[in-house]
């Protein structure tokens, strides 16, 4: 069945650092991708998304590529900040009717002053 | 517009007995899903539920339930409570259009501890 394999964490940078954080994927159909964000108490808030190959998704300074030659999806920003501490989860959905995602065991990122 | 209410947010339960979980999605999302998230599995589908429909369900035993009523809200019902169902349990509310994938709005969860 379809899957997410996403960097093991937490990952520990110090502000202003560039962050990677790698995800794959296993999928039978076209999927589209997720990266989604976990605060402390919250619940998940979509983060960005691409629907097909080459779709690059951005949203408050990371971005994230669908390479299907590659099946992965890794989440970039160029410079991180204090407040992106939180936890992320690579997603996927394959819309074959109606919503069934598949989420990566999630990656906790700290960011230090 | 109000965001995905999940209700109660809190919920302490013993072996053996059952529970009812609600979600209110945004007004107008016809589809609601729910996940269980736990330390150890992480985040997990459980079923998706579209016009009173389930349309997608996970691989959850049959103790684990859900309905939607014709104003799109939703319940999830797990029965016979074991230990390992202690969880964050997430509603998912979406629009849904013609062609695309829409984007999934997650409520805050219900935190349910099972002594």
């Known amino acids: 069945g379809d899957s997410v394999t996403q960097m093991e964490g937490p990952v520990t940078l110090s502000e202003e650092a560039f962050l990677t954080i790698n995800c794959t994927y296993t999928?039978?159909?076209?999927?589209?991708l997720f990266w989604y964000v976990q605060y402390p108490g919250e619940g998940l808030q979509l983060l960005l998304k691409?629907?097909?190959?080459?779709d690059k998704g951005s949203n408050k300074g990371f971005e994230a590529t669908y390479r299907k030659e590659t099946t992965s999806f890794h989440l970039e920003k160029g410079s991180v900040q204090v407040s992106d501490s939180a936890v992320y989860f690579c997603?996927?959905?394959?819309?074959?009717?109606?919503?069934?995602?598949?989420f990566g065991a999630g990656t906790r990122l700290f960011v230090k002053a | 517009k109000a965001g995905v209410t999940q209700t109660p947010r809190y919920l302490i339960k013993t072996r053996g007995q059952q529970v009812t979980l609600s979600c209110s999605p945004i007004s107008g999302h016809r589809s609601v899903s729910w996940y269980q998230q736990t330390p150890g599995q992480g985040l997990q589908f459980l079923f998706e539920?579209?016009?009173?429909?389930?349309?997608n369900k996970g691989n959850f035993p049959g103790r684990f339930s859900g309905r939607q009523f014709s104003n799109s809200r939703s319940e999830m019902n797990v029965s016979t409570l074991e230990l390992g169902d202690s969880a964050l349990y997430l509603c998912?509310?979406?629009?849904?259009?013609?062609?695309?994938?829409?984007?999934?709005?997650f409520g805050p969860g219900t935190r349910l501890t099972v002594l």
């Open positions: 998912a509310s979406s629009e849904t259009l013609a062609g695309g994938l829409n984007e999934q709005f």
């Open positions: 997603a996927l959905s394959d819309q074959g009717g109606g919503f069934k995602t598949i």
């Open positions: 999928a039978t159909g076209y999927p589209s």
């Open positions: 691409a629907t097909k190959a080459d």
């Open positions: 539920y579209f016009s009173e429909t389930q349309r």
